[in-house]
Protein backbone atom coordinates (compact mmCIF):
# COMPACT_ATOMS: atom_id res chain seq x y z
CA UNK A 1 0.00 0.00 0.00
CA UNK A 2 2.97 2.60 0.72
CA UNK A 3 4.59 1.65 -2.28
CA UNK A 4 0.97 2.21 -4.48
CA UNK A 5 0.73 5.74 -2.38
CA UNK A 6 4.05 7.14 -3.09
CA UNK A 7 3.38 6.04 -6.78
CA UNK A 8 0.17 7.83 -6.52
CA UNK A 9 1.86 10.94 -4.86
CA UNK A 10 4.63 11.56 -7.04
CA UNK A 11 2.21 11.22 -9.94
CA UNK A 12 0.23 13.78 -8.53
CA UNK A 13 2.95 16.12 -8.08
CA UNK A 14 4.23 15.25 -11.38
CA UNK A 15 0.97 16.96 -12.61
CA UNK A 16 0.83 19.36 -10.21
CA UNK A 17 4.37 20.78 -11.81
CA UNK A 18 2.69 20.15 -15.30
CA UNK A 19 -0.18 22.52 -14.60
CA UNK A 20 2.29 25.00 -12.77
CA UNK A 21 4.91 24.60 -16.00
CA UNK A 22 1.34 25.66 -18.18
CA UNK A 23 0.89 28.28 -16.48
CA UNK A 24 3.73 30.29 -16.90
CA UNK A 25 4.14 29.51 -20.34
CA UNK A 26 0.67 30.76 -20.77
CA UNK A 27 1.36 33.73 -18.71
CA UNK A 28 4.63 34.16 -20.49
CA UNK A 29 2.64 34.02 -23.96
CA UNK A 30 0.68 36.35 -22.62
CA UNK A 31 2.78 39.05 -21.44
CA UNK A 32 5.17 38.59 -24.66
CA UNK A 33 1.76 39.54 -26.55
CA UNK A 34 0.98 42.70 -24.10
CA UNK A 35 4.74 43.63 -24.74
CA UNK A 36 4.05 43.23 -28.40
CA UNK A 37 1.48 45.71 -28.06
CA UNK A 38 3.52 48.22 -26.35
CA UNK A 39 5.97 48.52 -28.58
CA UNK A 40 3.90 48.91 -31.69
CA UNK A 41 1.80 51.46 -29.95
CA UNK A 42 4.43 53.09 -28.56
CA UNK A 43 6.41 52.73 -31.87
CA UNK A 44 3.75 54.48 -34.18
CA UNK A 45 3.04 56.97 -31.51
CA UNK A 46 6.52 58.38 -31.13
CA UNK A 47 6.57 58.25 -35.36
CA UNK A 48 3.23 59.35 -36.07
CA UNK A 49 2.70 62.38 -33.23
CA UNK A 50 4.55 64.69 -34.50
CA UNK A 51 2.31 65.10 -37.75
CA UNK A 52 -0.46 66.66 -35.77
CA UNK A 53 2.02 70.15 -36.34
CA UNK A 54 3.19 71.57 -39.49
CA UNK A 55 5.97 74.22 -39.19
CA UNK A 56 4.38 77.74 -40.19
CA UNK A 57 6.61 81.25 -41.36
CA UNK A 58 5.35 84.34 -41.01
CA UNK A 59 5.96 86.33 -44.25
CA UNK A 60 4.22 89.44 -46.71
CA UNK A 61 2.35 87.90 -49.63
CA UNK A 62 1.96 90.09 -52.34
CA UNK A 63 -0.82 89.72 -54.89
CA UNK A 64 -0.38 91.03 -58.03
CA UNK A 65 -0.65 90.09 -62.10
CA UNK A 66 2.67 89.02 -61.90
CA UNK A 67 2.53 86.79 -58.95
CA UNK A 68 -0.36 85.23 -60.19
CA UNK A 69 1.56 84.26 -63.25
CA UNK A 70 4.71 83.37 -61.24
CA UNK A 71 3.40 82.62 -57.62
CA UNK A 72 7.13 82.33 -56.11
CA UNK A 73 7.39 86.24 -56.67
CA UNK A 74 4.40 86.96 -54.51
CA UNK A 75 7.09 86.20 -51.50
CA UNK A 76 10.33 87.98 -50.71
CA UNK A 77 13.17 86.23 -52.73
CA UNK A 78 14.97 84.83 -49.35
CA UNK A 79 11.57 83.04 -48.26
CA UNK A 80 10.70 81.19 -51.33
CA UNK A 81 12.70 77.82 -50.37
CA UNK A 82 11.21 77.82 -46.96
CA UNK A 83 7.57 78.45 -48.31
CA UNK A 84 5.69 75.31 -49.26
CA UNK A 85 5.44 75.12 -53.13
CA UNK A 86 1.55 73.72 -52.64
CA UNK A 87 0.51 76.94 -50.67
CA UNK A 88 2.59 79.04 -53.92
CA UNK A 89 0.31 77.23 -55.94
CA UNK A 90 -2.77 78.34 -54.41
CA UNK A 91 -1.99 81.48 -54.65
CA UNK A 92 -3.96 81.85 -58.49
CA UNK A 93 -6.86 80.06 -56.84
CA UNK A 94 -6.92 82.68 -53.43
CA UNK A 95 -6.92 85.37 -55.97
CA UNK A 96 -9.80 83.95 -58.18
CA UNK A 97 -11.84 83.30 -55.31
CA UNK A 98 -11.36 87.05 -53.59
CA UNK A 99 -10.70 89.57 -56.33
CA UNK A 100 -9.77 91.79 -53.62
CA UNK A 101 -6.71 90.67 -52.63
CA UNK A 102 -5.01 91.39 -56.38
CA UNK A 103 -3.29 94.83 -55.63
CA UNK A 104 -2.47 93.81 -52.03
CA UNK A 105 0.52 92.93 -49.12
CA UNK A 106 -0.56 90.67 -46.88
CA UNK A 107 1.44 89.62 -43.67
CA UNK A 108 0.38 85.72 -42.84
CA UNK A 109 1.52 82.40 -41.69
CA UNK A 110 1.36 80.40 -44.44
CA UNK A 111 2.91 76.48 -44.98
CA UNK A 112 6.51 75.92 -44.97
CA UNK A 113 8.49 73.63 -46.88
CA UNK A 114 8.76 70.13 -45.66
CA UNK A 115 12.77 70.52 -45.44
CA UNK A 116 11.92 73.43 -42.41
CA UNK A 117 8.98 71.38 -41.06
CA UNK A 118 11.36 68.51 -40.46
CA UNK A 119 14.00 71.10 -38.78
CA UNK A 120 11.76 72.43 -36.57
CA UNK A 121 10.63 69.37 -35.14
CA UNK A 122 14.69 68.15 -34.92
CA UNK A 123 14.37 65.14 -36.93
CA UNK A 124 16.89 66.15 -39.46
CA UNK A 125 18.57 69.30 -41.43
CA UNK A 126 18.92 69.73 -45.29
CA UNK A 127 18.62 73.33 -45.21
CA UNK A 128 21.69 75.07 -46.35
CA UNK A 129 23.98 77.15 -43.55
CA UNK A 130 22.50 80.22 -44.82
CA UNK A 131 19.06 78.79 -44.76
CA UNK A 132 19.35 77.29 -41.56
CA UNK A 133 20.47 80.78 -39.76
CA UNK A 134 17.41 82.17 -41.24
CA UNK A 135 14.94 79.85 -39.87
CA UNK A 136 16.88 80.19 -36.41
CA UNK A 137 16.62 84.14 -36.63
CA UNK A 138 12.86 83.89 -37.82
CA UNK A 139 12.21 81.41 -34.87
CA UNK A 140 13.85 83.70 -32.47
CA UNK A 141 11.87 86.59 -33.69
CA UNK A 142 8.62 84.52 -33.70
CA UNK A 143 7.91 84.09 -37.22
CA UNK A 144 8.43 80.59 -37.56
CA UNK A 145 7.06 78.08 -35.42
CA UNK A 146 5.30 74.78 -35.45
CA UNK A 147 1.14 74.78 -35.50
CA UNK A 148 -1.67 72.43 -35.10
CA UNK A 149 -1.67 70.42 -38.49
CA UNK A 150 -5.56 70.76 -39.91
CA UNK A 151 -4.63 70.09 -43.26
CA UNK A 152 -4.09 66.69 -42.01
CA UNK A 153 -7.82 65.75 -42.14
CA UNK A 154 -8.82 68.85 -44.68
CA UNK A 155 -6.51 68.55 -47.46
CA UNK A 156 -6.22 65.34 -49.92
CA UNK A 157 -3.26 63.68 -50.87
CA UNK A 158 -0.08 65.49 -52.49
CA UNK A 159 3.57 65.06 -53.83
CA UNK A 160 4.62 67.83 -51.20
CA UNK A 161 4.41 66.19 -47.59
CA UNK A 162 3.66 69.18 -45.94
CA UNK A 163 0.43 69.61 -47.46
CA UNK A 164 -0.67 66.24 -47.84
CA UNK A 165 -3.67 64.76 -45.78
CA UNK A 166 -6.10 62.30 -45.01
CA UNK A 167 -9.12 63.62 -46.39
CA UNK A 168 -9.78 62.23 -49.71
CA UNK A 169 -9.03 59.02 -48.22
CA UNK A 170 -10.95 59.31 -45.10
CA UNK A 171 -14.06 59.95 -47.49
CA UNK A 172 -13.33 57.15 -50.16
CA UNK A 173 -13.21 54.73 -46.75
CA UNK A 174 -16.98 55.58 -45.90
CA UNK A 175 -18.10 55.77 -49.20
CA UNK A 176 -16.75 51.84 -49.73
CA UNK A 177 -17.65 50.61 -46.28
CA UNK A 178 -21.50 51.93 -46.61
CA UNK A 179 -21.91 50.41 -50.43
CA UNK A 180 -19.92 46.87 -48.49
CA UNK A 181 -22.52 47.05 -45.77
CA UNK A 182 -25.41 48.13 -48.56
CA UNK A 183 -24.74 44.97 -50.71
CA UNK A 184 -23.33 42.31 -48.14
CA UNK A 185 -25.56 42.73 -45.25
CA UNK A 186 -29.08 42.01 -46.71
CA UNK A 187 -27.47 39.14 -48.78
CA UNK A 188 -25.25 37.42 -46.11
CA UNK A 189 -28.39 37.89 -43.57
CA UNK A 190 -31.21 36.60 -46.17
CA UNK A 191 -28.88 33.62 -47.13
CA UNK A 192 -28.11 32.68 -43.84
CA UNK A 193 -31.41 32.61 -42.73
CA UNK A 194 -32.95 30.42 -45.64
CA UNK A 195 -29.64 28.14 -45.06
CA UNK A 196 -30.99 28.00 -41.57
CA UNK A 197 -34.51 28.20 -41.36
CA UNK A 198 -35.84 27.00 -44.71
CA UNK A 199 -33.19 25.01 -46.83
CA UNK A 200 -33.72 21.02 -46.58
CA UNK A 201 -30.54 19.17 -45.29
CA UNK A 202 -29.55 17.69 -48.58
CA UNK A 203 -26.47 17.32 -50.39
CA UNK A 204 -26.62 20.36 -52.47
CA UNK A 205 -27.16 22.98 -49.44
CA UNK A 206 -23.64 20.51 -47.58
CA UNK A 207 -21.98 21.54 -50.86
CA UNK A 208 -23.29 25.56 -50.52
CA UNK A 209 -22.10 25.32 -47.02
CA UNK A 210 -18.90 23.77 -47.20
CA UNK A 211 -18.13 26.62 -50.40
CA UNK A 212 -19.12 29.53 -47.49
CA UNK A 213 -16.79 28.07 -44.87
CA UNK A 214 -14.04 27.90 -48.01
CA UNK A 215 -14.77 31.37 -49.03
CA UNK A 216 -13.98 32.65 -45.24
CA UNK A 217 -10.51 31.57 -45.62
CA UNK A 218 -9.55 32.65 -49.28
CA UNK A 219 -6.92 34.94 -49.78
CA UNK A 220 -8.51 38.33 -50.11
CA UNK A 221 -6.60 39.26 -52.49
CA UNK A 222 -8.34 36.72 -55.27
CA UNK A 223 -11.59 38.74 -54.20
CA UNK A 224 -9.72 41.45 -56.05
CA UNK A 225 -9.13 39.56 -59.09
CA UNK A 226 -12.50 38.22 -59.05
CA UNK A 227 -14.31 41.74 -58.56
CA UNK A 228 -11.51 42.72 -61.53
CA UNK A 229 -12.84 40.32 -63.58
CA UNK A 230 -16.91 40.59 -62.88
CA UNK A 231 -17.39 44.35 -61.89
CA UNK A 232 -14.66 46.06 -64.04
CA UNK A 233 -14.15 43.71 -67.06
CA UNK A 234 -17.87 42.07 -67.40
CA UNK A 235 -19.79 44.98 -65.91
CA UNK A 236 -17.93 47.73 -66.87
CA UNK A 237 -18.22 49.55 -63.11
CA UNK A 238 -15.48 52.69 -63.28
CA UNK A 239 -11.83 51.75 -62.49
CA UNK A 240 -10.26 52.88 -59.29
CA UNK A 241 -14.09 53.79 -57.96
CA UNK A 242 -15.94 53.32 -54.48
CA UNK A 243 -18.54 51.42 -56.33
CA UNK A 244 -16.01 48.42 -57.72
CA UNK A 245 -14.32 48.73 -54.26
CA UNK A 246 -17.44 48.22 -52.82
CA UNK A 247 -19.02 45.27 -54.66
CA UNK A 248 -15.50 43.57 -54.05
CA UNK A 249 -15.21 44.12 -50.25
CA UNK A 250 -19.02 42.61 -50.45
CA UNK A 251 -18.04 39.55 -52.03
CA UNK A 252 -15.29 39.14 -49.46
CA UNK A 253 -17.46 39.95 -46.49
CA UNK A 254 -20.74 38.21 -47.18
CA UNK A 255 -19.07 34.59 -45.97
CA UNK A 256 -18.14 36.25 -42.60
CA UNK A 257 -21.89 37.52 -42.30
CA UNK A 258 -23.34 34.26 -43.37
CA UNK A 259 -21.27 32.24 -40.82
CA UNK A 260 -22.01 35.04 -38.47
CA UNK A 261 -26.01 35.19 -38.83
CA UNK A 262 -26.20 31.56 -39.16
CA UNK A 263 -24.28 31.24 -35.96
CA UNK A 264 -26.66 33.75 -34.06
CA UNK A 265 -29.97 31.68 -35.55
CA UNK A 266 -28.73 28.11 -33.94
CA UNK A 267 -28.04 29.64 -30.67
CA UNK A 268 -31.75 30.73 -30.75
CA UNK A 269 -33.47 27.84 -28.11
CA UNK A 270 -35.39 25.76 -30.07
CA UNK A 271 -38.90 26.14 -27.64
CA UNK A 272 -38.54 29.36 -29.13
CA UNK A 273 -39.83 28.30 -32.40
CA UNK A 274 -41.95 25.34 -31.38
CA UNK A 275 -43.68 28.34 -28.70
CA UNK A 276 -44.30 30.19 -32.35
CA UNK A 277 -45.78 26.81 -34.04
CA UNK A 278 -47.81 25.93 -31.14
CA UNK A 279 -49.66 29.31 -31.37
CA UNK A 280 -50.60 28.62 -35.16
CA UNK A 281 -47.69 31.17 -36.65
CA UNK A 282 -45.90 30.04 -39.99
CA UNK A 283 -42.13 29.26 -40.69
CA UNK A 284 -41.51 32.94 -41.68
CA UNK A 285 -43.70 34.63 -39.03
CA UNK A 286 -41.91 32.82 -36.49
CA UNK A 287 -38.26 33.60 -37.98
CA UNK A 288 -39.55 36.83 -38.64
CA UNK A 289 -41.09 37.89 -35.13
CA UNK A 290 -39.46 35.81 -33.04
CA UNK A 291 -36.04 34.42 -34.11
CA UNK A 292 -34.67 37.03 -35.91
CA UNK A 293 -35.16 40.05 -33.20
CA UNK A 294 -33.35 37.40 -30.67
CA UNK A 295 -30.37 36.57 -33.21
CA UNK A 296 -30.34 40.21 -33.98
CA UNK A 297 -27.23 41.33 -31.55
CA UNK A 298 -25.09 38.58 -32.82
CA UNK A 299 -26.05 39.46 -36.59
CA UNK A 300 -24.53 42.57 -35.52
CA UNK A 301 -21.95 41.84 -34.36
CA UNK A 302 -20.75 39.19 -36.94
CA UNK A 303 -21.06 42.43 -39.35
CA UNK A 304 -19.61 45.08 -37.67
CA UNK A 305 -16.49 42.73 -37.37
CA UNK A 306 -16.80 42.03 -40.73
CA UNK A 307 -17.07 45.74 -41.70
CA UNK A 308 -13.97 46.62 -39.54
CA UNK A 309 -11.68 43.61 -41.23
CA UNK A 310 -12.62 45.21 -44.98
CA UNK A 311 -11.71 48.80 -43.49
CA UNK A 312 -8.38 47.27 -42.99
CA UNK A 313 -8.40 45.58 -46.28
CA UNK A 314 -5.33 46.84 -49.18
CA UNK A 315 -4.78 43.80 -51.28
CA UNK A 316 -8.18 43.67 -53.06
CA UNK A 317 -8.58 46.77 -53.84
CA UNK A 318 -4.85 47.52 -55.28
CA UNK A 319 -5.94 45.45 -57.89
CA UNK A 320 -9.28 46.81 -58.55
CA UNK A 321 -7.40 50.12 -59.26
CA UNK A 322 -7.80 52.08 -56.13
CA UNK A 323 -4.22 53.05 -55.22
CA UNK A 324 -4.08 55.76 -57.69
CA UNK A 325 -3.18 59.52 -56.55
CA UNK A 326 -6.32 61.00 -55.47
CA UNK A 327 -5.51 64.88 -54.22
CA UNK A 328 -9.69 65.88 -54.50
CA UNK A 329 -12.13 63.96 -51.98
CA UNK A 330 -14.63 62.02 -54.86
CA UNK A 331 -18.15 64.13 -54.68
CA UNK A 332 -19.38 60.35 -56.00
CA UNK A 333 -19.14 56.51 -55.89
CA UNK A 334 -18.32 56.60 -59.47
CA UNK A 335 -15.82 58.98 -59.10
CA UNK A 336 -11.69 57.89 -58.62
CA UNK A 337 -11.43 57.26 -54.95
CA UNK A 338 -8.47 55.62 -52.78
CA UNK A 339 -8.96 54.12 -48.85
CA UNK A 340 -7.14 54.60 -46.04
CA UNK A 341 -5.00 51.70 -46.12
CA UNK A 342 -3.93 52.33 -49.73
CA UNK A 343 -2.96 55.99 -48.77
CA UNK A 344 -0.63 54.58 -46.24
CA UNK A 345 0.37 52.00 -48.46
CA UNK A 346 1.16 54.73 -51.20
CA UNK A 347 3.00 57.61 -48.53
CA UNK A 348 5.09 54.35 -47.07
CA UNK A 349 6.30 53.85 -50.60
CA UNK A 350 7.15 57.84 -50.69
CA UNK A 351 11.13 58.60 -50.50
CA UNK A 352 10.35 61.62 -48.87
CA UNK A 353 11.55 60.89 -44.77
CA UNK A 354 8.50 63.50 -43.84
CA UNK A 355 6.05 60.90 -45.31
CA UNK A 356 7.16 58.88 -42.25
CA UNK A 357 5.23 60.75 -39.78
CA UNK A 358 1.95 60.67 -41.55
CA UNK A 359 2.32 56.92 -42.62
CA UNK A 360 2.56 56.65 -38.80
CA UNK A 361 -0.45 59.11 -38.36
CA UNK A 362 -2.41 57.30 -40.92
CA UNK A 363 -1.93 53.94 -39.07
CA UNK A 364 -3.57 55.46 -35.85
CA UNK A 365 -6.34 56.81 -37.85
CA UNK A 366 -6.71 53.52 -38.99
CA UNK A 367 -6.72 51.63 -35.75
CA UNK A 368 -8.87 54.08 -34.39
CA UNK A 369 -11.66 53.53 -37.02
CA UNK A 370 -11.32 49.40 -36.88
CA UNK A 371 -11.12 49.87 -32.66
CA UNK A 372 -14.23 51.92 -32.95
CA UNK A 373 -16.21 49.21 -34.84
CA UNK A 374 -14.92 46.45 -32.90
CA UNK A 375 -15.78 48.19 -29.44
CA UNK A 376 -19.33 48.88 -31.21
CA UNK A 377 -19.93 45.49 -31.88
CA UNK A 378 -18.84 44.27 -28.08
CA UNK A 379 -21.15 47.38 -26.85
CA UNK A 380 -24.20 45.95 -28.88
CA UNK A 381 -23.74 42.83 -28.05
CA UNK A 382 -23.83 43.46 -24.56
CA UNK A 383 -26.43 45.70 -24.50
CA UNK A 384 -28.74 43.45 -26.77
CA UNK A 385 -28.06 39.96 -26.08
CA UNK A 386 -30.27 38.11 -23.67
CA UNK A 387 -29.12 35.11 -21.86
CA UNK A 388 -30.93 31.59 -21.57
Not at 205 to 221: C, D, G, K, Y
Amino acid sequence: MNSDSDTYQKRLHKRYRQAARFRIYAAGALALAVAFLIFFFYDMISKGYSAALQAHIQADVSYSERSVEIPPLAVDEELRDLVSRGFLRMIPREVKDNPELMGTTQTRWVVADDAVDQYLKGHYNKLSDAETALVDRMKAQGRAELKLNTGLFTRGDSKMPEIAGLYSALVGSMYVLLLTLLFAFPIGVMTAIYLEEFAPDNRFTQIIEININNLAAVPSILFGLLGLAIFINFFGVPRSSALVGGLTLALMTLPIIIISTRAALRAVPDSIREGAFGVGASRWQTVRDHVLPLALPGILTGTIIGLAQAAGETAPLLIVGMIAFIPDAPSGVTEAATVLPAQIFTWAGMPERAYVERTAAGILVLLAVILTLNGTALYLRKRLERRW
